[in-house]
């Protein structure tokens, strides 16, 4: 009869209990929300890194992977060191530069990548074949702009001097095959080419120099252990391994995790209040009640736990409308953070993870009880006779 | 420039010279490398090489307030551009030049003589350089507007929730005001009133609480990201905004919540 | 009747602390009451009469004295033993009816039982008994807004009466009623005390306490009379 009477009386209010569960929604849907984003950046970031195996990225000292121009000489001897440290199963060259297409009214600019094909982590082939010497794969952006398609042949060029309009290195290359690229956004002009033929066009300046080089270690190898083997054994790199990009990047936007976390606080507490309201009125006005049912034998346990019952129905039918309008308002959100420029398409920065979720949500509903308890036992506890009394004169 | 220069800490002082030449690094290299003005230390153009060109650090220089730099964690020095020139090896180089003119129409003037006549380099003016850089701005800008849309929604909520709940609690002295012949215009009134009262006290205690937030978050995020760059700025247009937004939602919920009562029998405010 | 008193009031004191001069409501009342008598407790307003009702009801406790029910010292019994003798052993009518807006008239007179831990089938078909017993079997799916003054209070008299209590406890029960529908309850409790119900009133209604067999004047928080009642029989 508990469930009966709690169900009756919220009914009763029934835009008071419809507001009071909408309030709870958007506090529900914003604390999803702010959860979402402090473990999706996490998540998405190291799951991106993660992907195809590479736990290390090695790049110039004191700089973070394309963080600048910067390039590590002696790349044939470096990889060589990186793959005799213990653990290490593939490494993977990375050269980045500018390339130009030519041919047009206006060349056509994009991010070039030099590769090994046979051990690279950055691109998806999506059709066609991987790049050989004179070939390239491009994405779908640099295709559209440059209206070449698979099987087409290009006019490309690196190091480009605008004084003297001139480059380094110019050659015309087959478009092999379309690549979606990992670490890029799909709106981003890019294309991939054999490391040597990269390395061959920009010149003195980028003969046996690589931007980066990926590492791939073996699964039962502790990627922090070969990271500091690394640093070691070649002193002008820094090491980077996956947990330590992750902090990294983490650091970098720590604001929305703080963010995240503020405004998670700030809604449990705004949902609690509100129950605790809605509850301690709806409780002053049935005093009278409440003094009748403890008169006639109902003890002050079962009348707590009915309006306790009525905080709890507030919480949970908030929480369920509040899951659907949080992942709603979720996605929202991470459209408009996903237009942050050169973000690769891969990283998301809120993601639904299950339990995160649900464990905001119960702490939620528990809120919820806790708002109850009190405004009921106080009513519960007021001595009969004088209630009933009042009640008369009021 | 493209290639950072390294600087290494020599242990032995050479006897001052007059042609050591001198540079400034900044307050975040001065604090983590523990170096201070008149230390002499050797930059080189690649770490591991162990020639190099021996300077003094002349100055410490303050990060610049740029928003951009916010979130990189390199170190900054300057030298002069020569000096720069010679260590890297970049020749009679440079990445650009910044142009300074004597107002807006003759910036127009120059960048159209630039661009007329420069041979392989194009000018912007500085303003659209800045659009450009700070498209990642733009979208913390939107984000945080649509924060403050949700936030907004669910204050109206929370409020409209609580003004119900409020004048619901007095809906028996409405009743015997309304059975005395008190209009309904009366009532709305009264209960206006009230709101009105009570949105201006929280839209002022709320500006306060925000001047008050605000200087918490440039002090947190100035000390995060070691930066004098402010995060949180309250102009007389933001005051403005917030607090006619909520007078108007909280005198809103209060319109609502009057008539609602107002419009309800007599007899039925009393349980009849 | 047995020859053992019901219901045992000894020295009963009911003092309010107020700022200055505490409020005597009730000042040393002793009374014995048997099972199976009809006591009415009259007196002008202020005179203790609800007070000392409380007190038998152990709805509240006494400052000194005692109050015991069927052998029971109510009047040391800690809440939660208080709130259960309340139920399994005493009914309580109140002026106002008190009935739950929420229920129907057959939950209203449910409620107690569902709190007893009686099992539905058996709670309904009492409920349906009860509400058949003060005549309001055709209106047990009504909710108290849709039934009269007289009907509600019939509705609180069937509640009371759920578990089958020793003691029917009333405060003004035709206090808000008209005269009409306050003769249909005068005669409802006359009934109940023929079929044996210990009854004990407190009222202004002159007609009601005249139906009592007792009547006990109260004056200051005292008993100033105490007087059996001759009637037909």
Excluded at chain 2, 50 to 63: K, L
Excluded at chain 2, 222 to 235: E, H, K, N
Excluded at chain 3, 37 to 52: D, F, M, Q, R
Aim: aromatic share 6%; glycine share 8%.
């Amino acid at each position: 009869m508990r469930f009966q009477l709690a169900a009756l009386s919220l009914r009763r209010h029934a835009s008071r209990t419809l507001l009071a569960v909408l309030g709870v929604a958007v506090s529900a849907a914003m604390l999803l929300d702010m959860v979402m984003l402090a473990t999706g950046m996490r998540q998405s970031f190291a799951s991106l890194l993660g992907r195809n195996g590479f736990t290390i990225r090695v790049s110039p000292r004191g700089t973070l992977p394309f963080d600048t121009e910067a390039t590590i000489g002696q790349a044939r001897d470096a990889a060589v060191a990186i793959e005799r440290i213990a653990g290490v199963t593939a490494v993977a060259p990375v050269l980045g530069t500018t390339i130009h297409v030519l041919g047009a009214a206006n060349p056509v600019t994009a991010f070039a990548l030099g590769v090994d094909p046979a051990v690279q982590g950055d691109y998806q082939l999506l059709q066609g074949q991987h790049p050989t010497a004179n070939t390239l794969v491009a994405s779908d952006a640099l295709l559209h702009a440059t209206g070449a398609s698979v099987g087409d042949t290009l006019d490309v060029a690196v190091g480009f001097d605008p004084q003297l309009r001139t480059y380094t290195g110019r050659r015309r290359v087959v478009v092999s095959g379309r690549a979606r690229f990992t670490y890029l956004s799909a709106d981003d002009r890019a294309a991939a080419l054999q490391l040597a033929s990269v390395q061959a066009m920009g010149g003195a300046d980028r003969t046996d120099r690589v931007s980066l080089f990926m590492v791939r270690t073996a699964p039962n190898v502790d990627p922090e252990a070969a990271r500091v083997a690394i640093e070691r054994a070649l002193p002008r790199v820094t090491a980077l391994s996956t947990a330590g990009a992750v902090a990294e990047a983490e650091h970098r936007l720590s604001y929305f995790r703080q963010l995240a976390f503020i405004l998670g606080a700030v809604s449990l507490i705004v949902g609690f209040l509100l129950v605790t309201t809605i509850v301690t009125v709806s409780v002053n006005e049935r005093i009278g009640e409440i003094a009748i049912m403890r008169a006639i034998g109902v003890s002050r346990a079962h009348v707590v736990h009915q309006i306790v019952i009525e905080g709890i129905g507030l919480s949970l039918a908030g929480a369920a409308s509040g899951l659907i309008l949080g992942v709603f308002t979720a996605k929202w959100l991470n459209s408009i953070l996903r237009g942050f420029p050169g973000l690769p398409d891969a990283i998301d920065f809120f993601l639904f993870e299950p339990n995160s979720a649900f464990r905001a949500l119960a702490l939620l509903v528990a809120s919820g009880i806790a708002a109850g308890i009190y405004p009921a036992w106080r009513a519960a506890s007021l001595p009969i006779s004088g209630t009933l009394r009042e009640e008369a004169v009021g | 420039m493209p290639s950072p220069a390294w600087a290494q800490r020599i242990d032995s002082i050479p006897p001052w010279s007059a042609a050591v030449r001198t540079i400034a690094i900044d307050e975040r290299l001065a604090a983590d490398a523990g170096l201070h003005v008149g230390d002499m230390v050797v930059l080189v153009a690649e770490p591991g090489r162990t020639s190099g060109d021996t300077v003094r650090i002349s100055a410490i220089v303050q990060r610049r307030a740029d928003p951009s730099e916010v979130a990189r964690s390199e170190y900054r020095i300057r030298m002069h551009l020569g000096q720069l020139q010679d260590i890297i090896g970049y020749g009679d180089r440079v990445d650009r030049y910044a142009i300074a003119t004597a107002g807006g129409a003759a910036a127009d003037s120059a960048l159209r003589r630039v661009n007329a006549g420069a041979f392989g380099f194009h000018a912007y003016p500085s303003r659209e350089i800045a659009v450009e850089t700070s498209k990642t701005f733009a979208v913390v800008s939107r984000f945080h507007r649509a924060i403050g849309m949700i936030t907004i929604v669910a204050s109206a909520t929370f409020l409209l929730c609580i003004m119900l709940l409020k004048v619901d609690e007095r809906r028996r002295d409405v009743a015997a005001m309304r059975l005395m012949g008190i209009s309904r215009a009366t009532v709305i009134r009264t209960v206006m009133l009230e709101s009105s009262f009570v949105a201006l006290l929280g839209s002022v205690f709320g500006v306060g609480l925000g001047f008050v937030v605000s200087a918490f978050v440039n002090a947190h995020y100035q000390a995060v990201y070691r930066t004098p760059l402010r995060f949180a700025i309250i102009t007389t247009g933001t005051v403005t905004y917030s607090v006619l937004l909520s007078l108007v939602l909280g005198i809103g919920a209060g319109a609502l919540a009057a008539r609602r009562l107002a419009r309800t029998p007599p007899l039925t405010l009393f349980g009849r | 009747m047995s020859g053992q008193p019901l219901l045992v009031v000894r020295d009963a004191h009911r003092d309010y602390p107020r700022s200055g001069e505490p409020v005597h409501a009730v000042r040393g009342v002793s009374l014995d009451v048997a099972q199976g008598e009809y006591v009415a407790i009259v007196g002008p307003s202020g005179c203790g009469k609800s007070t000392l009702l409380n007190l038998l009801g152990a709805i509240d406790r006494p400052t000194s004295g005692s109050v015991s029910i069927g052998g029971s010292a109510v009047s040391t019994l800690p809440d939660k033993a208080a709130t259960r003798f309340r139920l399994t052993h005493i009914g309580f009518v109140f002026q106002r009816f008190y009935l739950l807006p929420v229920l129907t008239a057959q939950e209203n007179v449910e409620l107690p039982m569902a709190e007893a831990k009686v099992p539905l089938a058996e709670r309904r078909d009492r409920a349906r008994e009860l509400l058949g017993y003060v005549g309001l079997e055709a209106r047990a799916d009504h909710r108290p807004a849709e039934l009269s003054g007289g009907e509600q209070q019939r509705v609180a008299i069937a509640r009371a009466l759920a578990n089958r209590p020793i003691v029917l406890l009333a405060d003004e029960p035709t206090g808000e009623l008209d005269a009409r529908t306050g003769s249909d309850v005068i005669a409802l409790f006359d009934r109940l005390n023929r079929d044996g119900m210990t009854i004990i009133v407190v009222t202004h209604d002159e007609k009601l306490a005249g139906a009592a067999r007792r009547v006990i004047h109260m004056l200051d928080g005292r008993v100033i009379r105490d007087e059996p009642l001759l009637r037909r029989a």
